[in-house]
């Protein structure tokens, strides 16, 4: 995660999240001047090169669309939205605060802010630059940590909830500096105070879960933009939602540091992405918005049902 990135990582899309996941799979090619493995165990060079080129393909692949709900918690409580991915951006509506539905006036509130992307071109081309943007920044960083990473094998070990497919063991691979590497901009400058592992489903070379950890205080723009704490922490995991296509199922950002130098940056999020179901790759913007609407009675109803047992089972 670069600071650049960071800022707005809570409110990123998850398409764009899955970039992430690109992030460090390209780090496979930091592999190409190491000399191959001896050991009975899977060659990390190898493993990480095919599955990211699988991973590339994958994330290039705009051919299936789905809608999910997002439970994002913090410290000040939880949100919960509804996601539908388009070409032409990815919608997304607040159903809920701390496992509460919206009020009438926030549901009104909510239905008037996403409504300004169909009503106002200005607003959805600002929404489109900004997605681009972060997809742009994402890219350039993949392109660097292609150097700026070495591998090492761990082991197998069984898949975590919610990472990979059920029931799979994943290979571990830990992953660190590359002492060679020397960051071409304040965009990279983070990576080299980076550590952490990957688990990888070896079988289909997909990643299931990255793990990185900032073991040392990172300044980015010579110290002049800002610095991010030793210890912050990023975890990304995602799983096969069936037809053998795969999404983030979950993100947890910790982070502390400053920006400008005076402003602080504390960011502690965790948010979990689940009700995976496909939709038709050519629904526009607006049609999302309606499809979200209609999901978001669908939940609601559920809710309603499952408090109403819960007060039967405690009676």
Request: proline content about 5%; glycine content about 6%.
């Amino acid at each position: 995660m670069m600071p650049s990135s960071i800022t707005t990582a809570a409110i990123s899309i998850p398409r764009i999240l899955r970039s992430v996941v690109c992030i460090v799979l390209l780090a496979a090619l930091s592999f190409a001047g190491q000399p191959p493995s001896n050991s009975v165990h899977p060659d990390p060079a190898e493993l990480m090169r095919e599955s990211a080129n699988n991973e590339l393909s994958a994330a290039q692949d705009n051919t299936a669309h789905f809608l999910f709900r997002g439970i994002k918690t913090t410290p000040k409580g939880s949100t919960t939205r509804l996601y539908v991915e388009t070409n032409e951006a990815t919608a997304g509506l607040v159903i809920g605060y701390n496992g509460q539905s919206l009020t009438p006036e926030q549901r009104r509130d909510e239905e008037a802010r996403v409504q300004r992307f169909i009503d106002n071109p200005e607003e959805m081309r600002k929404k489109r630059e900004q997605e681009r943007q972060n997809v742009e920044r994402t890219l350039r960083i993949m392109h660097a940590m292609a150097d700026a990473f070495l591998f090492d094998y761990v082991g197998e070990e069984p898949a975590p909830e919610g990472a990979g497919r059920a029931g799979e063991s994943l290979i571990k691979l830990t992953f660190r500096p590359n002492p060679a590497y020397q960051p071409p901009s304040h965009v990279e400058e983070v990576l080299p105070g980076m550590q952490g592992y990957v688990l990888i489903d070896a079988e289909h070379h997909r990643i299931a879960r990255i793990d990185g950890t900032l073991f040392k205080e990172v300044g980015f723009g010579w110290g002049i933009l800002g610095h991010l704490d030793r210890g912050g922490r990023f975890i990304v995991q995602q799983q096969e939602v069936g037809d053998n296509l795969w999404e983030i199922s979950s993100m947890t950002l910790s982070f502390t540091g400053k920006i400008l130098l005076f402003k602080n940056l504390n960011i502690n999020s965790t948010e979990v992405f689940s009700r995976f179901k496909r939709v038709p790759a050519d629904l526009t913007f607006a049609q999302a918005l309606e499809l979200l609407k209609k999901e978001e009675v669908v939940v609601a109803a559920e809710t309603t049902a499952k408090t109403a047992a819960s007060k039967v089972d405690h009676e």
